[in-house]
Nanobody, 120 residues
């Protein structure tokens, strides 16, 4: 059994910063890629940023230069530091991890989502 628990969402003013995190727990052998997606009301879920186990990152053009993805392999946690936030960044942010469990895999898991609202 593997669970992803997200935290850190909230309300922030335009231009502000916020950090969300996602910790995987359970019967984990190894975590491969870690990814953040987001979904705004009435829109499709979109990829925001991803990081490999080795630390290679990639970003959606809309967030490049403003968001930073990082990970702590010891604690199976991924972070998304969001700076210079804009109202269009408002969405539910989901983490997605590819995990090798002690029972097999790799399998893909989603977090429950955390709301980020950028508004004055």
């Amino acid at each position: 059994q593997v669970q992803l628990v997200e935290s850190g969402g909230g309300l922030v003013q335009p231009g502000g910063s916020l950090r969300v995190s996602c910790k995987a727990s359970g019967s984990i052998s190894s975590v491969y890629a870690m990814t953040w997606y987001r979904q705004a009301p009435g829109k499709q879920r979109e990829l925001v940023a991803t990081i490999t186990r080795g630390g290679i990152t990639s970003y959606a053009p809309s967030v490049k230069g403003r968001f930073t993805i990082s990970r702590d392999n010891t604690n199976n946690t991924v972070y998304l530091q969001m700076n210079s936030l804009k109202p269009e960044d408002t969405a539910v942010y989901y983490c997605y991890q590819t995990i090798q469990t002690i029972l097999g895999g790799p399998f893909n898991y989603w977090g429950q989502g955390t709301q980020v609202t950028v508004s004055s």
